[in-house]
């Protein structure tokens, strides 16, 4: 059967047949790099048309539908218009860290990508700290962000740093506790082993109530992290005109924008990862006929359904919602979903240990 | 693929983002006058400085969050040993939880939480 994991391993054994160790390793570094950039790229391209034929189909409108068949080339020549403007510094700007805050965005985004398992036995890094890694990694953004708001020498960037630099720390508290409640079920920091251990059942519906509102403030906690609405207070348009990236121009801001869409994939990724079983398909209990049926669906096309999902559910978000205030923003968090979440790790922890779930 | 994806994954990115800026300076048309670099502010010239001064609540904000980010770290290696450990492991989360949440309280007792 033609699968991720079955190409990489055919790739692997030619390449070591035809080369020796050392430039078979640098092969698959170069290969892996360029899977890594396309798939970059048209994650970049896919989330961007999404969320306006999502935001279109919403409001009741077309959204684009001008450029290539359906509109579907639209985020393409957006492309192409970005990269044909001026990418200017302005005069007053700490002009170092204004050009290096975009790169960091990306390295942070690109790092992100390394022990996400897109389908069964394919992922880059099989690391047993998998989770861990990326609550390390992905609290590195707020560093960009609040540089590149600083460097501007602009208030409204300021402010929208400032803003996103509280919110984005704060939220992280109990997007940790949430995850950290299904770390305590599996047993295991490593992403392939939280995988395996909802072979009979996603956490969601083995955990009962404990993991669905863990599931439920995992969500708005990453709403909140990745800066969208309706916690997009870093870059509140109707008060701040863009936030922290205000000065930013050209292919910096493209990179910023970038950096913003693949980072709403990887939290979703790691959602679907932890609660609805990554690439698991799904199984119901002893039907041997469905399950079968469910196991000709492909690993990888389950991995992205269930990520596009929540995607759709955060673009949806969007559109429901109004915008929050800072001090209502800092109030949910620390009033309500700091101590819910941890008394919600205490009950998940009592269900761990006596053996409740299923 | 091991460790080694770390540093494909960076160069990968670093690649990325320095051709994309590269080609965009190539292909861009830079022209200069007095205004085009001044801070935007809706079309007014800036009043004062522009690094200005805060709300003194994000520092305090920062500073809770520091205690709570620690306690998030040593929550991790529990997390992984909690199921094996048993019941004994649930009590001293519970102990924990309870002297965490008694400063946690005294914080929000003196005002830090509020947006002032």
Known sequence: MLSFSNISKSIDTWLNATFNSTWTMLFEMVIAGVGVISLFAILGLVLVLMERRVAAWIQIRLGPNRVGPGGMLQSLADTVKLLVKEGMTPDGADKFLFNLAPFIAIIVAMLLMAPIAFAKNFQLWDMNIGVLYVTAISSIMVISILMAGWASNNKYSLMGAMRSGAQIVSYELSAGLSILAIVVLSGSLNLNDIIQSQADGWWIFKGHIPVIIAFIIFIIAVTAETNRAPFDLAEAESELTAGFHTEYSGMKFALFFLAEYINVFIVCAIGATLFLGGWMPFHIGNWESFNHIMDYIPSSMWFFSKTFFLIFLIMWFRWTFPRLRIDQLLNLEWKYLLPISMFNLLLVTAMAILGWHF | ?116
């Open chain 2, 1 to 116: 693929m091991g460790p080694s994806s770390m540093i494909v994954l960076i160069l990968a990115a670093l690649t990325f983002s320095t051709f994309a800026v590269l080609i965009a300076k190539v292909v861009t048309k830079f022209t200069t006058n007095a205004q085009k670099g001044q801070p935007y502010e809706c079309g007014i010239p800036t009043q004062g400085k522009t690094w200005t001064q805060l709300n003194v609540g994000y520092y305090l904000f920062a500073l809770i969050f520091l205690i709570f980010d620690v306690e998030l770290v040593f929550l991790f290696p529990w997390a992984v040993a909690a199921k094996k450990v048993g019941l004994m492991a649930l009590v001293e989360i519970i102990i924990f939880f309870f002297i965490l949440f008694m400063g946690f309280l005294y914080a929000h007792k003196k005002g830090a939480l509020k947006w002032m």
